[in-house]
Each structure stands twice: as C-alpha cells, then as structure tokens.
C-alpha cells in the first residue's frame, strides 16, 4: 500500500483537526473494504453507517461515571469506574435531539478503540486519551484513580476525544468506532461470551442426553412383566443406553471448537502489543523532535541576540556576565552540529517509524487473512461435528423406533 | 324367533343386567355350550335361543335388540375395520359464556347403521359434566365390566389454563379416546346410558329421569362382615393384580423420567436461544466472517425452534396418554376388588349353608344366584382383561412409535439446517 511521505514537521504538530489534504487513495480504499465488508448494522437504513456522521448531526457525550465491581481476565476481583457514553441525533427542523444509543464503557475500551484506529488508520494523527493514570491530583497526596477530581478530567478528556474523532472525516466513518458509540460489548468480549455460551449450552445437552439412560432401566424392568411386548422393549431400552452414552464424545469435539475461540483471542492481544509498539515509536519521534525545535531555538536566539524562552545559560550570563563573542560562536557551532545530527536522526527515525508501520500493517493483514481462515476452518468443523450428531440421533432414535414396532 | 325383544326376558335372569355373562349363565342353564370364556358366539343361530319351556325370559332388556346382538357374536369378537357399523368423533371445541360459569362443549357426531339408533347420522354437544355423568352411569350399570378412564377432572387453577388451546385439545383427544373406546366393547357400545349420551337433544332431562328399569349389581353385594378372606381367587385374577401393580409403578417411573427430560429440553432450549444471538452480535464486528457468523446463528436459531416442536409434541401427546393408562389400571384394579367382593360374599353365603344342618342339602335360590354373579363377573372380565391387554400393546406400540418418531424429526430438522451453511461457509471470498 502507497503511502504519500509525510513531511517530519507535520509530525510535530499537535493533533491537526483539518483534513490530509490528499488522503492516500489507498486508505480510503482500505477504509472502504472494512466498512462495504460488515454487514450494516444499527437502526436506521443500511446506509447510515456510511453518511452517519457526515451528513446527519450527531451529539456525543460521555455524561456521567459510575464505580463498578467485576472480574477480570484473570478471573480476581477488580474495582474500575465506567463512563456513560450517550449519542443525540439532531433533527435539522426543529433543532430537538433525540437520543438513539447510550451504553457504558470503561477507559480500557477507550484505549482499545485507540490502538485499533492507530494501527487502521497509520497515516492519520489520532486524536490523543486522557492520561492514564492519576500521576498529578491537586492537592491530593497519592495517584488515585478513583479520586472524584481524577474521574471527572478524565470524563471530559474521554468526551474531547470521541468528539475529535466524530468531527474527523475519516476516522468518523469507522465502523468499529460506530459500533464502540453504540453496540454494547466489544469484538473480543463478544468472542469470550461465546465461548462461555458454548460451555452452557453444552452442561444442558449432557443432561438431556443422560436422563434418557433412565428409559433404558426402566424398559427392562417393565419388559419383564410383559410377554409380547417384553423383546421389543427391552431391545429399545438398549437403545435408550447407547443414546445416553454418546454425549461423552460429543462434548469432547465441542471442547476442541471452544478451544480453537480462546487461540482466536490471541489475535487480539497481539494487535495490542504492535499498537504499544508504535504508541514507543511515536513518542520517541515526538520527544526527538521538540528537542530538535528547542535546540533551533536557542541557536536563533544566540545568533541574533535575543532571548525569547528562558533558558539556565541565559539567566546566568545576565547574573554574571555575558560570554564572549568567541565563547558565542563556539555555542552556535556546537549547536549547529547538533542541530544536523538531530535532523539526520530524526530522518532516520521517522524512516524507521514508517518502516514500522508498513511491516506491522502488513504484519496485521497477514495475520488478519490467517485468522480468518482458521476461524472459517473451524466453524466448519463445528458444523460437521453438529451434523454428526445429528445423524447418530437419527440413527438411535430409528433402531428404537423399530424395536417398538415390534412390540 | 326368540323373544328377546320380549320385556318379560326381564323375569327369568334376575337382577341382571344384560350381558354376555348372562348369555352365558343362559347357555349354561340350557344345557348348551360351555363357558363363554371369549366373547364368542354362544349360539350359530338365533333360532336356537328358544327356550324350551316356553317361558318367556326376564331381565332387563336393554334397548339393543338381542337377536341383532346375538348377531353379532358370530362375528369376531373385536369389530374390526370392516365389521364396524358405528363411528363416533368428538371434535370441534367451543367456548361459552354464561352468567354463572364459562365452560366447554364439544361436538360429537355418531354414524350408525345399527337399529337401535334411529337416525343413520346424530350430532350433539357435550361438555366434560356429560362425560362424566355417562361414566358414572356405565359403571353403575356395567360393574362387571371395565369401564375406560376419563382425562382428570379437577385442574389446579392458576398452574394449569383450563382454556388454552393446548390443554383443550390435549382433553378433547382424551375424551374421543374413551368414547373410541367404548363404541369398540361389544357389550358397553350396546348400553342405553351411551345411546342417549350420543343421541339425546337435551341429556339433561334425561339425566333428570333417570333410568330406573336398571338396578344396580353393586347395591346388591352386600358388605361382607369380619375381613372374610377368599378361598382362593382364580389365578388369572391374581396374576393380573400382581400385573397391574408392577405396571402403574413402571408407568409412574416412566412419567417421571419423560417429565425430566422436557424439563432438562427446555433448560437446554434456553440456553440455545442465548447462544444463537451471540454469534449475530459477533458477525456485526467482523467483515469477511459477517456472512458465515450469521449463518451459524440462523442455524442455530433453527434448531431452537425444532427443540420448541419437539418439547411442545412430548407435553400435549406423550404425557396424557401416559397418565391416563395410569388411571386406566386404577379402575381395572377397582373393577377387580369389586369381582373379590362377589366372590367373598357368594364363598360366605356357601360356608352359612354348610354350617347349617338341614335335611336336604340343597342349595337354595339366592346362593345359586350369587355364584351365578359370580361367574358372570369372572367371565366378563376376564374377557375385557384380554381386549384390554390387547388394547395396551397397540396404544403403547403407537405411543413408543410416535416418540421416537418426534425425536427423529426433531433431528433431521436440526441435520438439514446444519447441512444448508456448510457451503456458506466454505465460500471463498470475492477479491474486492
């Protein structure tokens, strides 16, 4: 996939709200496949997650924050504070709002959502999170995420995020930050739901299939006390037992589908991990570059002789003295040379980032593709061994059936 | 031609009431073949029904004409298909609404070819209450014969909808059972409690009047003082008891175990509709497995719905037959009792004779009387214990069949929804 370089100083910016002023051809293609790929979901006619945002008015807000107890992965006790997301839809001729979804989301979601359109969306600069964690309250003496003061920054920078994001022409077209605004359970709890789904249906199964054992006694015991119905029930009875008994293996091939989800889980860890990874190579461009700026700064300053920015040099030599014009040049030439190996490493790492961007993309295609395959692979095992099953029910059922009739 | 028509008939039998075992005390009497033990012709030809003292027989006459009855006999004991000459259906079941209560009619239509209806064709509407009466009526005036069960009165209100359309239909099928029943015995199908039950415009004044030709064999068996224990009850009789009570406890267990495994179905049926949605949410975050993760969650919305049918079926077909072959073998058990008590009492009024020290042992009139009862009763029953054993294997065979029959389709709705995605999902995506 091309992409268009993008000049080092752009990068520095902070978060540009206004759009690339020729988006790559290929992102938009790409952006494209993702949404024209999934199935229109939502309220409304199939086009709205297209035009959504763009035509139609939309109010978003994070409203309010609530503390929660749960489990986590880890299946312990957590203690974690969710926030209400709530989305209006403004009718033009009336100006009213509407509200059409509200859910509850916690800040690990948020960075989930975040890392996902990192990695989709490489060319564009994402609007940035609240800081994680509580490392500066006022007048508070130790970081406490649950510190009220704490939560409520957090609330508003969480709502100037999704609301960045909206006013983005691209990345408001999203369909997963759609869904994040309005469908309640993301990909990867949706994934894990199956597969404590699956384990509950099939509790269920084994017990329907096991009390039909009981059929299989009470036929033998009844049959006993009959003369011509005796052979006919108590061959069926046998049936009853063979049906009972063939649960064991059944359940044992649905433990291997539940098995191949949770390796389908992986999946999303490892997106997470590429995303840190680039949220490091980010950070490290980003200091590299302020600090190229700064020390330009200072170079301008010594050259021209005018002190705009404090600096420790400046204040000493107004206490104590200017420096020589010798001493002066031997600055501005050092600095001078630093200011080329900064440009030349910032070259170099802005290279390296887009370097890593295009192999982790590709990375994530890939495994994307392999995910998908596996997946397909194993929904059609599943659906073979359900039809398995189905016939081995036909066939047990069909020998009973001819033993009663033979009654 | 005898005169069996004749009402005088009603003298010589005694307190009987018409019936086979009374064609068989006839015979025997006559000096004409032995025991009926089956229901088979006691005679070839009506004509040798003359009695030879030209006396006119006594009894009660039913309203059937014996000599079309005695027809009959020569015919296998079982009506079958091609013999049956009386067809009875209850269907069509309607709400109405009164002032004083809300209850249920059904429609039942008679076809008959025989003479002692009227008309070739009636329909009438009964409700539960009329069924009832008419039980009542047949045991009282049958009591040596097994009379079929009626689907349980009394519904716990609240637990149960008395009119929901599935506890209707499920009592409607009961009900056409036991009027099916009844029409297929060769003597109960002859009783004038179920001709007027079947024919009347208005039972109710028919229940007002009562029928008071026929007295009832219970009143006459008097209560036998002191625990009298029998001598010996006859071995079929004893087998049979012996049968019974093995039987009800097997079907008990039976009910049970069917009542489980619905609960267990319907837990699971739960479930599965949990499971399917999951799958639908799932695809709305996915683009290429979109399509073949909705598929899986129709499929599997599909075979909820099949476990639904199939739960719905067992409940409404399988469980009442079930329980009212339970109640049937509770009123075969008290048909039996009713047998030890006659011969209890003809075995106490035996033992008072050869107490007494007389000079002409004869036996006198009414001990005669009794063991004539007596024997009537073993022959009647014995002949509806065998129709009735019959009756069961083939109500069971069918059951049984129709279970697995459920289960089967069940399984093969559940095959086919699985077989239709597997080419979803091995479709190759299009190159976008």
């Known amino acids: ?407 | 031609m005898c005169g069996f028509a004749d009402s005088s008939w009603k003298e010589i039998s005694g307190p009987f009431t018409w019936t086979f075992g009374s064609c068989y005390l006839y015979t025997k009497r006559m000096g004409f073949l032995p025991a009926l033990h089956r229901l088979l012709p006691c005679c070839s030809n009506t004509t040798d029904l003359i009695l030879p003292n030209g006396g006119t027989p006594a009894g009660t006459a039913s309203p059937a004409s014996s000599s079309s009855l005695l027809n009959r006999l020569q015919l296998d004991d079982d009506m079958d298909g091609e013999t049956r000459d009386l067809f009875v259906t209850v269907d069509d079941p309607k709400k109405h609404v009164c002032t004083m209560e809300t209850y249920i009619t059904y429609r039942i239509t008679t076809k008959s070819t025989r003479v002692e209806f009227d008309l070739p064709e009636y329909s009438v509407r009964r409700r539960y209450q009329d069924f009832d009466w008419l039980r009542n009526k047949l045991e009282e005036s049958q009591p040596t014969h097994l009379i079929p069960p009626l689907p349980e009165k009394f519904v716990v209100k609240g637990v149960v909808d008395r009119f929901s359309e599935e506890f209707v239909e499920t009592r409607r099928k009961a009900l056409d059972k036991f009027l099916k029943r009844i029409t297929d015995h060769p003597v109960l199908s002859f009783n004038e409690h179920f001709n007027v039950f079947l024919t009347a415009k208005d039972l109710n004044a028919h229940k007002k009047q009562g029928m008071a030709l026929l007295t009832r064999v219970g009143e006459s068996v008097k209560h036998v003082a002191g625990g009298y224990k029998l001598r010996n009850r006859p071995l079929e009789f004893a087998a049979i008891g012996e049968y019974l009570d093995t039987f009800a406890l097997k079907l008990g267990t039976i009910d049970r175990i069917a009542q489980r495994i619905i609960k267990e179905e319907i837990e699971y049926l739960v479930e599965l509709r949990e499971y399917g949605p999951v799958y639908s949410t799932w695809s709305a975050l996915e683009a290429e497995l979109a399509e073949p993760l909705e598929g899986v969650s129709a499929c599997i919305g599909n075979c909820s719905t099949a476990l639904e049918e199939l739960t719905d079926d067992m409940t409404e077909d399988f469980l009442p037959v079930l329980r009212e072959y339970i109640l049937y073998s509770d009123s075969m058990k008290s048909v039996l009792k009713k047998r030890d008590q006659v011969q209890a009492e003809y075995e106490a009024k035996l033992e008072a004779v050869a107490l007494r020290k007389e000079e002409r042992p004869k036996v006198p009139a009414d001990v005669e009387k009794c063991q004539d009862r007596m024997e009537c009763f073993n022959a009647d029953l014995k002949a509806d214990m065998e129709r009735w054993q019959n009756n069961k294997r083939q109500d069971f065979r069918q059951l049984l069949m129709g279970m697995a029959d459920k289960n089967i389709q069940y399984y093969e709705k559940c095959l086919l929804a699985w077989e239709s995605i597997i080419p979803l999902l091995q479709e190759k995506q299009e190159a976008k």
Request: hydrophobic share 35%.
């Open chain 1, 1 to 407: 996939m091309e992409q268009a370089a993008p000049d080092p100083e752009r990068l520095l910016q902070p978060a540009p709200l206004e759009p690339l002023s020729h988006p790559d051809a290929g992102l938009e293609s790409m952006v494209g496949e993702e949404t024209k790929g999934a199935r229109d979901e939502g309220p409304g006619d199939g086009t709205m997650t297209e035009n959504n945002f763009s035509l139609k008015k939309i109010e978003i807000s994070v409203s309010e924050a609530e503390k929660r107890t749960g489990r986590n992965a880890m299946n312990m006790q957590e203690t974690y504070t969710a926030y209400l997301i709530e989305t209006r839809s403004v009718e033009h001729s009336d100006g009213q709002s509407v509200l059409t979804d509200s859910l509850w989301r916690r800040y690990s979601e948020f960075e989930l959502l975040r890392n996902y359109l990192l990695v989709y969306y490489p060319h564009i600069v994402v609007p940035p999170l609240p800081e994680k964690r509580a490392e500066f309250v006022w007048h508070k003496l130790s970081a406490d995420n649950m510190d009220p003061d704490f939560v409520e920054r957090r609330r508003i920078g969480l709502e100037n995020f999704l609301l960045r994001v909206a006013s983005h022409p691209i990345l408001c077209r999203d369909k997963i930050f759609y869904l994040f605004l309005t469908q309640e359970g993301n990909w990867k709890e949706t994934v894990n739901e199956t597969g404590f789904q699956l384990k509950r249906v099939a509790d269920r199964l084994y017990g329907v299939y096991k009390v039909h054992g009981n059929y299989g006694r009470v036929f033998s015991e009844w049959s006993a006390i009959e003369k011509e119905m005796g052979d006919g029930l108590q061959s069926a009875g046998h049936h009853m037992d063979v049906y009972a008994a063939s649960i064991d293996d059944i359940l044992e091939d649905e433990e291997h589908y539940a098995d191949q989800l949770k390796e389908y889980l992986f999946y999303a860890e490892a997106l997470r991990a590429v995303c840190r990874k680039h949220e490091l190579t980010q950070y490290d461009l980003e200091t590299a570059a302020q600090d190229l700026a700064a020390k330009k700064q200072q170079c301008e300053e010594l050259a021209t002789g005018t002190v705009r920015t404090f600096s420790l040099k400046g204040m000493t030599t107004k206490l104590f003295g200017q420096e020589t014009p010798e001493q002066r040049e031997a600055r501005i030439k050092m600095l001078e040379e630093q200011i080329k190996e900064g440009e030349q490493q910032l070259k170099s790492k802005n290279l390296e980032g887009r370097e890593f961007v295009k192999n982790a993309w590709a990375d994530i295609e890939r495994f994307k593709e392999q995910k998908n395959h596996d997946l397909k692979e194993a929904l059609i095992s599943y659906a073979v061994m359900q039809i398995s099953m189905c016939k081995k029910g036909i066939q047990v059922w069909t020998n009973a059936k001819e033993c009663f009739s033979k009654m």
